[in-house]
């Protein structure tokens, strides 16, 4: 399939905006279009915003971005050098899973923003995502952590992190992951 990728981040952004591609423009209160660093070579990939990102516009407020950016901080990460962006850009209603149809509606959004950003490491947060973008395959709980090289690119599935505040023994599996990344960053003698 070929596409028309924009090349300039900000046409991209307005454009992504204004998207009313699939129903989930009925429904939200603003498109959440990503967060951080378009330079970084490290881009977080979640699966779709919740009622307070939908409120304020960008991705992972609350608890769940609380816990993320402790996450980061562990390993001398902040979101000003990394880059989130979500599968689906407009919240889907009471928080459901996006639909396979509405995930591939939006997915061009995502693979426009990761031809800009042109990433080293792609981290998939939860188990959506990581279908998504790494295998259709995959299962999060056996494979979290592990990373795939496709294309010169490594993807490392990781647990979402409002999977860990629902089950909170799961934070030492969440840290160990963001550990192995922390050694691949240093591995790949990436700047942040
Ligand atoms: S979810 Fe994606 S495809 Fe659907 S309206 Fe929002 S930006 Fe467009």
Same mark, same amino acid.
């Given at each position: 399939?070929?596409?028309?990728f924009?090349?300039?981040?900000?046409?991209? =952004?307005?454009?992504?905006?204004?998207?009313? !591609?699939?129903?989930?423009?009925?429904? !939200?209160?603003?498109v959440?279009?990503?967060y951080?660093?378009?330079?970084?070579?490290?881009?977080?990939?979640?699966?779709?915003?919740?009622?307070?990102?939908?409120?304020q516009?960008?991705?992972f407020?609350? !608890?769940?971005?609380k816990?993320?950016?402790?996450?980061? =901080?562990?390993?001398?990460?902040?979101?000003?050098?990394?880059y989130?962006?979500?599968?689906?850009?407009? !919240?889907?209603?009471?928080?459901?899973?996006?639909?396979?149809?509405?995930?591939?509606?939006c997915?061009?959004?995502?693979?426009?923003?990761?031809?800009?950003? +042109?990433?080293?490491?792609?981290?998939?947060?939860?188990?959506?995502?990581?279908?998504?973008?790494?295998?259709?395959?995959?299962?999060?709980?056996?494979?979290?952590?592990?990373?795939?090289?496709?294309?010169?690119?490594?993807?490392?599935?990781?647990?979402?992190?409002?999977a860990?505040?629902?089950?909170?023994?799961?934070k030492?599996?969440?840290?160990?992951?963001?550990?192995k990344?922390?050694? +691949?960053?240093?591995e790949?003698?990436?700047?942040?």
């Amino acid at each position: 399939m070929s596409i028309n990728f924009i090349n300039n981040w900000k046409e991209l =952004e307005i454009k992504c905006k204004n998207c009313t !591609r699939c129903e989930l423009s009925k429904t !939200r209160t603003n498109v959440v279009f990503g967060y951080g660093n378009v330079n970084s070579k490290i881009l977080f990939v979640g699966e779709g915003p919740g009622f307070h990102e939908d409120i304020q516009g960008k991705p992972f407020v609350g !608890r769940s971005g609380k816990l993320l950016d402790s996450l980061l =901080e562990e390993i001398n990460l902040t979101r000003e050098k990394i880059y989130i962006a979500n599968i689906v850009k407009c !919240r889907p209603p009471e928080n459901r899973d996006p639909l396979p149809e509405e995930q591939e509606l939006c997915i061009n959004w995502l693979r426009n923003q990761f031809y800009i950003i +042109k990433p080293k490491i792609v981290v998939a947060l939860g188990r959506i995502a990581a279908l998504k973008i790494i295998s259709p395959n995959l299962k999060i709980t056996k494979d979290h952590g592990i990373f795939l090289l496709k294309k010169q690119t490594w993807f490392m599935p990781t647990l979402h992190p409002a999977a860990v505040l629902r089950n909170i023994s799961k934070k030492p599996d969440v840290q160990s992951d963001f550990q192995k990344l922390k050694s +691949k960053i240093i591995e790949l003698d990436i700047i942040i």
